[in-house]
Structure formats: C-alpha cells, structure tokens
C-alpha cells in the first residue's frame, strides 16, 4: 500500500448539491479500493488562465492510501467525468 495525493478542480458552475454528489462520487471510488487519509475542500479559487472559458474551479484535495495500480484507475475515472476540469495524483514519498 502507497500513500497518494490528488487534486481536482471541478466546474464551478455546478450548484453545490451536484458539486458534492460528484466530490461523493470520487471519495466513494477511492474507498472502494482504499482508505482516506484526508479530504481538503478549497472552494472557489481563480485559475491562473482559462479552462473550457472558465476562469474559476472548485479545487479539493484528497490524501488517500491504496495499491500501486488504483491511481491509473482513478486518473481514467477522472477524464471520462464531466465537470472535472483538471486532475493530478501524485505519490507522496515515504
């Protein structure tokens, strides 16, 4: 088991109840083939250039242990979603 770190901003024209639903989606994905570690909820924040015309993105980070070969998984989860805007995961070193 490997310790990880993803971010993902989402669309911020979501209303909070879809925000959330899609946040849930994530976390329950991660749990299924893991553990979190912790969830950071940003909010609103301004992206440094434009995304599909949007110039804000609802930022979360999430830290979360799982075996090697989840986080192509959920990197593939990540792209096909819509309202994902942009994603990273990143193996936290040990």
Do not use: C, H, Q
Request: hydrophobic share 40%; proline share 3%.
């Amino acid at each position: 088991m490997a310790k990880y770190e993803t971010m993902l901003v989402t669309n911020p024209a979501l209303d909070e109840e879809a925000s959330a639903a899609l946040i849930g989606k994530f976390k329950s994905l991660i749990e299924a083939n893991g553990t979190i570690d912790s969830v950071d909820e940003w909010g609103k924040r301004r992206l440094a250039y434009p995304i599909e015309d949007n110039t804000e993105g609802v930022y979360t980070v999430i830290k979360f242990t799982s075996n090697s070969d989840f986080p192509a998984e959920l990197d593939r989860v990540y792209k096909i979603t819509e309202g994902v805007l942009r994603s990273i995961i990143i193996a936290e070193e040990e």
